[in-house]
């Protein structure tokens, strides 16, 4: 069976490596970031430049070997560059992680020595943006009910079809798109594709309005007799669904950190406003039902870091990390919305406005149990790894 919680040990002291990659982060999302994410989120942009501030910093290629020109780090670094981020803005942080976990990823591990050697060093220093093209409009949690199909024509497969939700969709200069084959065969007949977006056939279809990370490019992808070369097939024919999935596996991996980042965000907030707002003759803080809802959020949010960081090492040591990334997202996503809401009633009116970033928090915490595999879906994996045996 995948290793349980007790079963797996980890250090759970950064080496310096690690704290620097932190460190860096952290001053980078307090000067150049939180400062903007008010703006980003009212005008639903990221500034390109903050963009490739990210991949100069290594961000972007954060866990890509040197030789790829990557930043050469661990995952668990990734996983608190991620925190650090989201706790500024979580539009800005999940444009990385999408690119990072979901575009960049895959080509590492299932790419061709020629395939990474084209495609990963421009991703890794953030000069092109990937997104991960796998949500239909009537597939999401079903992922192998795709409809977008891929015929092979020559030495080259002809993909048509629409892809849904697609995070940095219009920004992106590479897609890994997934498309079925052989509609007969399911999910043995799904293959993952490296689509260069300015391939004729490969077009922006609608820009979504979201509830929150409004300043997340999210895109509708269509494919019209889009020719990609045979080249660019990612894996074999018939492994996409797999590579697709074991992809999300590390995703949820940067969603739970996401979710530590802006439960982070809540709980500093909170904080930081329960020490200065009064009532009664006193700080709010020196109540007890403000001290309750402190406390549960921030135990809450070191149990979720550590179960990320565990996820994040065990992918480190090339373990089986199903269980742990979708234990991790599950109960971190629930953390963020819980913090997210406590954050708002500990606000109070103000909470409820846009000049206080507890409104923010709301919004953008929601979409953690969502993305990447929803809740419900992160249940039944768990279920499904634990009654394996
Ligand atoms: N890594 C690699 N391969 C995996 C895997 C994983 N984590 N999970 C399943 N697979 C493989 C299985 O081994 C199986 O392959 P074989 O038949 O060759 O053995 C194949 O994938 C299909 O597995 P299964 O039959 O369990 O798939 P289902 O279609 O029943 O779906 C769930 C399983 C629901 C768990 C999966 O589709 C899922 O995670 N859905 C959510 C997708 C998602 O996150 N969507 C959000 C889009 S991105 S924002």
């Not at 639903?44 to 501030?53: C, D, F, M």
């Not at 079903?142 to 020559?154: H, S, V």
């Not at 594709?193 to 279809?205: A, D, L, Q, R, W």
Request: charged share 25%; aromatic share 6%.
């Amino acid at each position: 069976m995948a290793m349980t919680a007790i079963e797996t040990g980890f250090d759970l002291t950064l080496t310096e490596e690690q704290e620097l990659a932190r460190k860096t982060a952290h001053d980078f999302a307090a000067e150049k970031v939180l400062p903007r994410a008010a703006e980003i989120d009212e005008q639903a942009k990221i500034p390109r430049e903050l963009i490739a501030e990210m991949g100069a910093l290594g961000f972007m290629g954060a866990y890509v070997p040197e030789q790829y020109g990557g930043a050469g780090l661990d995952v668990l670094s990734y996983t608190l560059i991620v925190e650090e981020i989201n706790r500024a803005c979580a539009s800005t942080g999940v444009a990385l992680c999408s690119h990072v976990s979901l575009a960049v990823d895959p080509i590492l591990h299932h790419g061709s020595d020629e395939q990474k050697a084209r495609y990963l060093p421009a991703l890794a220093s953030g000069e092109r943006i990937g997104c991960f093209a796998l949500s239909e409009p009537a597939s999401g949690s079903d992922a192998a009910a795709m409809r977008t199909g891929a015929t092979r024509q020559g030495d080259s497969w002809i993909l048509n079809g629409t892809k849904n939700f697609i995070t940095n969709g219009s920004i992106a200069d590479v897609a890994i798109v997934f498309a079925q084959t052989d509609p007969t065969e399911r999910h043995k007949g799904i293959a993952a594709f490296i689509v260069e977006t300015k391939t004729p056939g490969f077009s922006v279809g609608k820009l979504e309005k979201k509830l929150g990370i409004r300043g997340s490019d999210t895109a509708q992808l269509v494919f019209q007799d889009c020719r990609v070369p045979a080249a660019n097939l990612l894996g074999e024919v018939g492994e996409g669904l797999r590579i697709a999935l074991s992809t999300l596996d590390g995703g949820r991996i940067s969603i739970a950190a996401q979710a530590v980042g802006i439960a982070r965000a809540c709980l500093e907030d909170s904080l930081a406003y329960a020490k200065q707002r009064e009532a009664f003759g006193k700080r709010i803080a020196d109540f007890q039902a403000i001290q309750w809802m402190l406390a549960d959020m921030a135990t809450e949010i070191d149990a979720a870091r550590l179960l990320t960081w565990r996820a994040a090492a065990a992918k480190d040591a090339g373990e089986d990390h199903i269980l742990a990334a979708a234990e991790a997202k599950l109960f971190a996503s629930d953390v963020a919305v819980r913090a997210a809401r406590d954050c708002v009633q500990i606000f109070g009116g103000y909470g409820y406005l846009k000049d206080f970033p507890a409104e923010r928090h709301y919004r953008d915490a929601k979409i953690t149990e969502i993305y990447e595999g929803t809740s419900e879906i992160m249940k039944l994996v768990i279920a499904e790894e634990i009654l394996k045996e």
